[in-house]
């Protein structure tokens, strides 16, 4: 069972804590977690495009010139994709991104990516996760304790609004509930950071 040490928000080491096999010591499934991305990103877009086609244009009902006997080439409508102001050919239209993917399959993708993150020593455990203010150098302080550099997740039990605030104005920091967690966040970020009671809701859920 792998051991993680648990450090509180100054930095010093408060003790360690076993981790469940399960979730932080998988298999790493690459492919599972390209589709849980791929999944993720594909789902975030609105998919509203919009171009008119040949009903849609406005006007354009009047045949231009008769169809033989002026030496140019036949046309029945000025809305033409042919011509300036008409429909567009093979435009953009409104549709649906989405992807589906099991639960199991989430899960699992999920798993790895963590197993990924504590594999490679960018996974840190924090006891308490408490800022009195939301003052972005509450977040700084925090990172710089752990010494942490790069992108930052960090991952809280319950919406805290001084910690979101704290981070928001951080470039490098980024806070996520424990529920909400996916792949493509844990891996889009060069360290994670749990809090205890986050960590508690990770390995009953994925456990």
Do not use: C
């Amino acid at each position: 069972m792998p051991t993680a040490t648990v450090r509180d928000q100054k930095g010093s080491e408060v003790g360690n804590v076993e981790l469940n096999d399960a979730i932080f010591a998988a298999k790493i499934n690459t492919g599972l977690m390209h589709d849980a991305i791929v999944r993720y990103l594909n789902n975030q877009r609105v998919g509203s495009r919009s171009t008119k086609q040949r009903g849609e244009v406005r006007g354009g009902g009047r045949k231009p010139w008769r169809q033989k006997g002026t030496g140019r080439a036949r046309h029945g409508t000025i809305r033409s994709p042919l011509w300036r102001g008409g429909a567009i050919t093979f435009g953009a239209r409104p549709r649906d991104f989405s992807q589906k993917m099991t639960k199991q399959a989430r899960r699992a993708a999920l798993r790895s990516a963590l197993t990924a993150k504590f594999e490679a020593n960018e996974l840190f455990i924090i006891d308490t996760l408490e800022i009195e203010r939301p003052k972005t150098r509450e977040i700084v302080g925090l990172l710089t304790a752990l010494g942490l550099e790069g992108k930052t997740l960090v991952v809280t039990a319950e919406r805290d609004r001084n910690v979101e605030l704290a981070a928001a104005n951080l470039p490098e920091a980024s806070t996520i509930l424990a529920r909400e967690l996916n792949v493509y966040q844990v891996l889009n970020h060069a360290n994670v950071v749990l809090a205890k009671d986050a960590l508690d809701q990770i390995e009953e859920v994925l456990a």
